[in-house]
């Protein structure tokens, strides 16, 4: 069973470019997680997708990020005219449905470690 | 307001010694499950186990062992017989909300275990 897969691994960017990252969950999962883990900080929840929805945007900055799990195809995180503070490390997570109040167990990805010069 | 603490930022030990992660949350929910995962150097994120609040008979899992205490809101991790493959940062995490849509985290505990 092949988890879930983050691509690319590794993004470089320059300043005012755009970063989009890819994530394909689990065979049988249809609930994606995107996760920021930030230097000196912890993993901080940014969003959750069903199948061409938006559930829980909560953790999203305001303004240049967006996200999409369209109906065929991976779920993106897209990141538009990145700044410094965008470099971090960002996990996709996915799940066979939501919950973890009830024991539903988030699977990460090997995550993209974004870099912007 | 759900929360996550893992006081621990760094432990060394060397191996063959036994070491205890230690945790502790606060929760509005009467019932919930509590996880474990960890992120060894190459970066990925395991999952290592997840409990549940109504059972807090200890976890065995060969040389890790969990003790959940819900009088003390303590969820432990113990690594029995540390070996170098054990270095990783560990994270404890819990729902972040009703819908448990998400999970927060703690800081993590950076474990090197040198031979």
């Known amino acids: 069973n092949a988890g879930v897969m983050q691509n690319p691994r590794h993004l470089v960017r320059r300043r005012g470019q755009e970063a989009r990252l890819r994530c394909s969950p689990m065979k049988g999962h249809s609930h994606v997680y995107w996760y920021r883990q930030l230097p000196e900080e912890g993993l901080k929840f940014m969003v959750y997708?069903?199948?061409?929805?938006?559930?829980?945007e909560s953790g999203m900055p305001k303004e240049r990020f967006s996200a999409e799990f369209p109906k065929e195809g991976p779920s993106i995180l897209r990141i538009q005219q990145v700044v410094r503070g965008d470099s971090a490390a960002y996990f996709c997570?996915?799940?066979?449905?939501?919950?973890?109040?009830?024991?539903?167990?988030?699977?990460f990805g090997p995550g993209t470690r974004l870099l912007v010069l | 307001a759900q929360k996550v603490t893992q006081a621990q930022t760094e432990i060394s030990v060397v191996e063959k010694e036994d070491v205890t992660l230690d945790c502790v949350y606060e929760t509005r929910d009467t019932t919930y499950y509590l996880f474990w995962y960890k992120q060894p150097p190459s970066g990925e994120l395991v999952f290592l186990i997840r409990?549940?609040?109504?059972?807090?008979q200890n976890e065995i899992s060969g040389r890790y062992s969990w003790n959940f205490q819900k009088s003390t809101s303590s969820f432990n991790f113990t690594i029995t017989a540390s070996q170098v493959v054990d270095s990783a940062v560990y994270f404890c995490?819990?729902?972040?909300?009703?819908?448990?849509?998400?999970?927060?985290f703690g800081k993590g505990t950076t474990l090197s275990v040198s031979s």
């Open positions: 409990r549940n609040s109504f059972d807090e």
């Open positions: 997570a996915s799940s066979p449905a939501p919950g973890t109040r009830f024991g539903e167990t988030q699977y």
């Open positions: 997708l069903q199948k061409e929805n938006i559930i829980d």
């Open positions: 995490a819990l729902p972040a909300n009703q819908a448990g849509t998400a999970l927060i």
